[in-house]
């Protein structure tokens, strides 16, 4: 059984979504900021609701889905990062952008001090928390059966199970990236998707499924 934990169900996976969305802020302004930079899909959805007029300052994008939810939005993708997170975004952004007034649009809960270490730089990043990530409860006969390969897509996607579930010694994981990687319970037997994207991390689950039959 393959189970994907993310929002979004895709064929050939049993949907068990661990988290849900919530805007933070009613009101929006953009005003004096020349980049917008966005972590995730769900920022990009989040800012849509709260102020339309973010699709008229380019954006640096982080990571290949971020970059395509702002392009199907109408927005401009300036740059998109080689890098999907930690400090080697950070200095990405340290050579290209010294000069430029960021507005960082995030959750609440991020993996990584983006503002922090660009600030240590000499970076003048600003943030706005815009939304942020709640838990799905379930019951505990939803629990995914033993020997199950199960899909994180987020360090959030992660916290959540486990506190739903308790962590069967079976099961395989299967994670999107470094960054998500890390919150996984230490004896967790886990592999990375080949690239961050969903269809990567499904494409390694069934990889792993043929491995096991």
């Given amino acids: 059984m393959i189970y ?11 949907h068990l979504p661990m988290i849900s969305f919530s805007l933070l802020d009613e009101t929006l302004s953009f005003d004096g900021y020349e980049l917008l930079m966005f972590t995730s899909k769900q920022a990009v959805i ?8 973010w699709k008229k300052i380019p954006c640096l994008a982080i990571g290949s889905a971020t970059a395509k939810q702002i392009e199907a939005l109408g927005g401009t993708v300036h740059y998109q990062p080689k890098a999907f997170y930690g ?13 430029k007034k960021i507005l960082y649009l995030r959750p609440k809960e991020v993996s990584f001090d983006s503002k922090g270490f660009l600030e240590k730089e000499g970076i003048g990043l600003d943030e706005k928390i ?10 505990k006969e939803d629990q995914p059966d033993k020997d199950a390969i199960i899909i994180f897509t987020s360090p959030s ?14 099961y395989m994981a299967v994670v999107i990236g470094e960054a998500t990687k890390k ?21 390694k689950a069934k990889d792993l499924a043929k491995i096991v039959r």
Avoid: M
């Avoid at 400090?87 to 000069?99: A, M, N, S």
């Avoid at 815009?130 to 019951?139: D, F, L, P, S």
């Avoid at 916290?159 to 739903?164: S, W």
């Fill in 4 to 14: 994907l934990l993310s929002p979004q169900a895709k064929e050939g996976c049993i």
């Fill in 46 to 53: 989040s800012v849509e609701k709260l102020n339309q007029n």
């Fill in 87 to 99: 400090e080697t975004l950070g200095q990405d952004i340290v050579t290209k952008f010294k000069e």
């Fill in 130 to 139: 815009i939304y942020e990530t709640n838990c799905i409860q379930y019951a």
């Fill in 157 to 170: 996607t992660i916290h959540c199970f486990l506190k739903n579930f308790e962590w069967d010694e079976s």
């Fill in 183 to 203: 919150h996984l319970p230490s004896y967790a037997r886990y592999e990375v998707a080949d690239t961050p994207l969903i269809d990567a991390c499904i494409e």
